[in-house]
């Protein structure tokens, strides 16, 4: 060939492909625009009629409840004898109101109140700035009351005649009719402090800094005796943060915390102790000793004769119910249960008036309701069975001997997550469907449990708010019906459901993916995978709600396809499904990639070649482990707050879903141990002052990137604790939206642009 030629049609290329990429570039403000309108704090106005989240008044006779509309927010009253909603009040006359009373102007459109009664057909009640205020809709007045605030470190007996408060690490009562003050237990020191508790964040300045104060104490009805916990930090250890967030300092201050890792003995402990206030005895309950993530809950009977509750030893592997005898210290253990993996400890329990209690159990292999004997602790009868998911006991008619319950995966040929209401009788005869509708339902029982609100919706299925009649077991009023217009304006596409067979190749797992607005089947498009690990939850939205105020829309904004999945291992099925993740979390995402693949095999728009993954805490751990499980199937992923090496986490998590005690699989599935694996582009994210999932993973996670020679990018928001980054948008959301862009997609994002949050 002509060497001039060829230089000639090389020249005349150059500009032609410099055209096509400025075709093909598809990132300009409107982009970024379009993301955000999908944020949380922008859209949560644009919905209207969401839902009905109902406060009852006078045990069923009406309810009340706002929703935002086209003329703004507005507040409704619903009578359960007409059947009839309407509008409570015009928020125009309570702000002109709230304005020649304070001065202050409030938008009419969007009032920052708490509408919470009504009386007497004229007066209405509601809370504003941490005051209780009434509208004397006839006088046409206000006026308030300021709330007064409770005092934390001191609890009134039932019959008023004790108060019971701390001093010196002791539990005190005083006579509040005498004014005399009694020390009821004598041993208190700090660190073995009685009467007290462990928040979660009770962060000390400095190695010996105070922690914030914390009082607890349970008074039986009687008002004769005190149940209560000493908190033992003798021999736990701390975690450390420094705080470089005061501007006015030059130098970070030391925050330090207590907090145990898996399989640690050094952590903070509780110690049971039950007071006789008339003896003034102490009878401490050692065998009860728990660390303080498991804790231990007794509740009172009636007549003050005996406590009962569930002792879940460390390790999540069983669970007791059982009796403290209030008089002799003795413990009556009912019922227990264990497992080889982990027990389920979300309860649902009732004691009967008959001497006969409901408890939930999975040792069928599903979650189900049971009927025991008090006394003997047997068994009488299932009161549900089959292979479905019983998720909660929402009431309990005595009267009638009906069980209201809700549960999911009973209905053929419907999503297993759907939540469905059903009644039952406690023999276990005639179990009803009373929320027919294949959707997923959110129900607000009334008090006295003679109605009930349903909010049923799926991801592609706008909510339905309606009051279903118990004793009929229908419904008998529509309240509301969500309005998306303004989302179809936008051209706004349901997100869509899909199934996939999981890495055991007979399970059908379930998931979603989202389209953005400007969605052409003609052209490929990159995927984003949002995930969260965990048997305690499952990811994938099953309401309208979820679906649209969640992380997947926003980002799939920019261009991209954002997938969901719920692999094999996490909640909502049944115990074999759940067991698949025990000591063997790290696996998670390997049902995810053959979700996305067999996904792409018929929706031929998505790009496996450009597949990436983000996630936060549990997920940023997900989003770590994929980068290095799959590392040629993950292109990019964005890991922000994760706890990267499950041995540096807090206990109970991984104790209960990742095994105890503490195995080698902890080790060959941390991301650090891994870390020589990477071959994508991976953004690691944490925040500076984070007390729930510490930053020093993270660090650790990087000095082995480092070490392994591998090109990583990461971003500590100094500041911020664990919560950044979420639904509502913030400054990581576009970092994060960006490095999708620049890495995933091949487009230069713009710099500097500011997200416009809350408009």
Excluded at 1 to 25: G, K, T
Excluded at 292 to 321: A, M, V, Y
Excluded at 716 to 724: G, L
Aim: glycine share 8%.
């Amino acid at each position: 060939m002509n060497p001039r030629r060829l230089s000639l049609e090389v020249f005349c290329l150059i500009p032609v492909l410099f055209l096509h990429h400025l075709v093909q570039a598809q990132i300009t403000e409107d982009t970024y625009r379009r993301a955000e309108y999908f944020l949380t704090s922008n859209l949560e106005k644009e919905v209207y009629h969401l839902e009905v989240i109902p406060n009852w008044q006078s045990g069923s006779e009406s309810f009340l409840h706002s929703a935002y509309t086209a003329e703004g927010r507005k507040f409704y009253l619903t009578k359960t004898r007409t059947l009839k909603t309407e509008e409570a009040f015009d928020p125009s006359e309570l702000s002109q109101l709230i304005f020649e009373k304070t001065e202050e102007k409030l938008d009419p459109r969007d009032l920052p109140i708490q509408f919470n009664s009504t009386r007497n057909g004229h007066i209405i009640g509601f809370r504003w700035r941490n005051q209780d205020w009434t509208w004397n809709t006839k006088e046409n007045s206000i006026s308030s009351i300021p709330l007064n605030p409770r005092n934390g470190m001191e609890s009134f007996s039932p019959d008023r005649k004790w108060k019971a408060f701390t001093r010196n690490y002791n539990l005190y009562v005083q006579n509040l009719q005498t004014g005399e003050e009694i020390q009821l237990s004598k041993s208190g020191k700090k660190d073995f402090e009685y009467a007290s508790s462990y928040g979660w964040s009770d962060l000390m300045e400095g190695e010996n800094g105070a922690r914030p104060p914390r009082f607890t104490v349970n008074w039986s009805p009687d008002s004769k005796k005190i149940f209560t916990q000493i908190v033992d930090f003798r021999l736990a250890e701390k975690m450390y943060l420094l705080d470089f967030s005061k501007e006015e300092k030059f130098r970070p201050d030391l925050l330090s915390y207590y907090r145990g890792s898996p399989g640690d003995s050094t952590v903070v402990k509780y110690i049971p102790v039950l007071f006789d206030v008339e003896s003034q005895t102490e009878q401490t309950l050692p065998q009860l000793t728990s660390p303080h993530f498991i804790g231990i809950n007794l509740r009172w009977s009636p007549d003050s004769q005996s406590l009962t509750g569930f002792f879940l030893p460390r390790g999540f592997k069983e669970f007791h119910l059982i009796e403290l005898n209030a008089q002799t210290g003795d413990i009556r253990n009912i019922y227990s249960e264990s497992s080889l993996t982990h027990v389920n400890r979300d309860f649902q329990f009732r004691r009967l008036e008959n001497g006969q209690f409901i408890l939930n159990s999975e040792k069928s292999g599903w979650n189900q309701l049971y009927l025991f004997d008090w006394s003997s602790g047997k068994e009488i009868h299932p009161i549900t069975n089959g292979e479905f998911v019983v998720n909660e006991i929402t009431f309990w008619d005595e009267e009638n001997g009906l069980l209201y319950f809700e549960a999911s995966g009973r209905e053929p040929g419907r999503n297993p997550y759907f939540n469905h209401l059903y009644r039952v009788n406690l023999d276990g005869t005639d179990l009803r469907l009373l929320t027919p509708e294949n959707a997923h339902h959110e129900i607000y029982f009334s008090p006295d449990g003679k109605f009930a609100v349903d909010n049923f919706s799926s991801p592609n299925q706008p909510t339905k708010s309606v009051l279903i009649d118990i004793s009929e077991g229908k419904q008998v009023h529509k309240i509301s019906e969500a309005d998306i217009i303004n989302l179809t304006s936008r051209g706004y596409k349901f997100p869509v459901p899909f199934t996939a067979k999981a890495k055991d190749q007979k399970t059908e797992i379930h998931g979603l993916y989202f389209l953005p607005t400007t969605f052409d089947p003609k052209k490929k498009y990159p995927v984003i995978d949002y995930t969260y690990t965990g048997p305690h939850t499952s990811t994938v939205p099953k309401s309208f709600k979820s679906a649209l105020f969640g992380h997947q829309q926003a980002t799939s904004e920019l261009g991209f396809v954002v997938v969901t999945v719920d692999g094999l291992g996490g909640f909502g099925r049944s115990k074999a499904f759940a067991d698949v993740s025990y000591t063997n979390l790290g696996d998670g995402t390997t049902d995810h990639v053959l979700a996305i693949t067999q996904l792409a095999s018929k929706e031929k728009f998505l790009d496996l070649n450009r597949v990436g993954i983000f996630g936060h805490s549990a997920g940023g751990y997900d989003a770590g482990r994929a980068m290095l499980l799959h590392p040629d199937f993950y292109k990019v992923g964005v890991a922000s707050a994760g706890d990267h090496d499950f041995r540096m986490e807090k206990a109970w998590w991984p104790e209960m879903y990742m095994g105890y005690p503490v195995g080698d699989y902890y080790h060959e599935q941390s991301n650090i141990t891994n870390a020589k694996n990477l071959k994508g582009h991976l953004l690691l994210a944490h925040g500076g002052i984070d007390e729930n999932v510490n930053p020093s993973a993270t660090f650790k996670f990087a000095e082995e990137l480092i070490k392994a020679g591998k090109d990583f990018d990461l971003f500590i928001w100094p500041s911020r604790n664990h919560s950044f980054g979420r639904p509502p948008g913030d400054y990581f959301t576009k970092k994060r939206w960006d490095y999708f862009i620049e890495h995933l997609m091949g487009e230069k994002p713009i710099r500097h642009y500011q997200l416009q949050l809350g408009q």
